[in-house]
């Protein structure tokens, strides 16, 4: 195969004679794309192993579209409550603002996602696939949620900045929607955001302390606007469909029960107490007359840990048995008297919906989210039982007070959180002049422009 052939991606060769494996086929251009192939490479965290499967859902290119296509990366497909409720409230929000948008979804599970929402996606980490709806994109939304910190290892920053390079390879625009940053330790993971955040076109974080990681990391340009995790904007499921869930889970929520407390818990390796003081909670909420729903996030990771809880408090508590999309799950916190957690969007789910909550900061996300609401916090490092029951029953046994203090902050978090659609719609009608051909120096122009809308669309820079 010769070099000059639109099939050769560097020293990286795809066998078409390999069982089950295709030759990646692009159109022109294909110096831009193998020298976005090598930079996306460069990170190890793709896969080159193309199936005919892979392919499924894929879109023929069209230079002329008459219908933006927006390409959706972040932590989907992976079974994890809060990320699905991420994916699908950008999805709605992005579809009221942008009416004839088309998505596609770069996914852990691209036939469960294509399932959930009925939006394309491509599997994530084939590289030919991303790069095949890359050329055909109008933009690029990374995001939301905490997708630039390295606590989980490097791999999570190096994926999403090099889909990121690959998009401003391939001249297309980026916009960074509702994430939180960091923490970001490493020297060479900082530098690398710091690099490449810089080149993107709008940047738009949940909370104040993400705008300030990415000014010490460098970041210099792009606008970067302080809103709100987007599922705060999200709507839940129809109540019918709550009370039959409640109804099958015998979860004896209704006016006539024990009012119920959902508890929310997570594994975590710096923590392995975690699951006794949980139950020095649960078995205190029991002693008062409370029922405890324990509620697994992420199957694979919670499920095991709140089963041993629920077990260990004994009678009065009982775990979600099914597994629940997130507006589903979203009801159910919507119907609980408070929730006690550690997963950001368990808190989130039932905020939104004017439910008291008290956090377990195990990850700065945590602790800035509590802080907005203004809702009881404690830190996992040097966790005492203690300290845990005291937040959990300032929730519980204040929940009036409580309730209308997020009646106060929460519609104002709504329209923050509503707010990345409307800036991306604003940064979508500059894009004639962002992915010119003349190329990054135009982008900054367009950055400029999309600055002088912000008031616009809302949001505080």
């Known amino acids: 195969m010769r070099r000059g052939s639109p099939y050769h991606s560097g020293s990286l060769p795809v066998r078409s004679s390999d069982a089950g494996l295709v030759p990646p086929r692009f159109p022109r251009g ?72 088309e998505f596609c979804v770069l996914s852990g599970n691209a036939v469960e996602t294509r399932r959930a929402l009925g939006v394309r996606a491509v599997q994530g980490k084939n590289l030919f696939a991303v790069v095949t709806e890359l050329i055909g994109a109008s933009l690029l939304v990374s995001g939301g949620g905490g997708l630039l910190q390295d606590t989980t290892g490097p791999r999570s920053v190096l994926y999403y900045l090099s889909v990121v390079s690959l998009a401003r390879k391939l001249r297309k625009p980026v916009m960074f929607y509702a994430q939180g940053i960091g923490p970001v330790r490493g020297a060479r993971a900082r530098k690398m955001v710091g690099r490449v955040a810089s080149r993107v076109q709008l940047i738009t974080v949940r909370d104040v302390e993400s705008k300030l990681q990415l000014e010490e990391m460098g970041v210099k340009g792009p606008p970067v606007v302080v809103t709100a995790d987007p599922v705060l904007g999200l709507e839940p499921c129809a109540q019918s469909r709550v009370d039959e869930i409640l109804r099958a889970e015998s979860c004896g929520i209704g006016e006539d029960a024990p009012r119920v407390v959902g508890l929310s818990i997570r594994p975590w390796t710096n923590a392995p107490d975690i699951h006794d003081h949980f139950v020095a909670l649960g078995r205190v909420l029991v002693e008062r007359g409370y029922r405890v729903l324990v509620m697994p996030f992420q199957q694979s990771q919670d499920r095991v840990i709140c089963e041993q809880v629920e077990k260990a408090i004994g009678s009065g508590a009982q775990t979600l048995r099914g597994e629940y999309d997130p507006t589903a799950l979203m009801g159910i916190c919507g119907r609980l008297h408070a929730v006690v957690g550690m997963r950001l969007h368990a808190l989130i789910f039932a905020a939104a919906q004017g439910v008291p909550v008290a956090g377990v900061a195990y990850d700065p996300k945590v602790a800035n989210f509590l802080r907005r609401i203004e809702a009881p916090t404690v830190s996992l490092q040097g966790l005492q039982s203690s300290a845990l029951i005291e937040a959990a029953l300032d929730a519980v046994l204040n929940a009036v007070e409580h309730r209308q203090r997020l009646l106060r902050t929460v519609p104002l978090l709504r329209d923050e959180a509503r707010s990345n659609a409307r800036l991306l719609r604003a940064l979508l009608d500059g894009k004639g002049r962002l992915d010119s051909p003349t190329g990054p120096e135009q982008a900054v122009t367009a950055s400029g422009a999309v600055r002088a809308n912000l008031s616009s669309a809302g949001g505080d820079v």
Not at 35 to 54: H, I, M, P, T, Y
Not at 74 to 85: F, L, M, R, V
Request: glycine share 12%.
């Open 30 to 101: 294909a110096r831009r794309i193998r020298c976005a192939l090598f930079c996306a490479n460069a990170v190890g965290s793709v896969n080159l192993a193309v199936r005919a499967e892979d392919f499924e859902g894929v879109g023929r290119i069209s230079r002329g579209m008459s219908r933006p296509k927006i390409i959706i990366s972040g932590y989907y497909g992976y079974g994890n409550a809060g990320d699905e409720a991420i994916l699908a409230s950008l999805v709605q929000a992005i579809s009221a603002e942008v009416r004839d948008a």
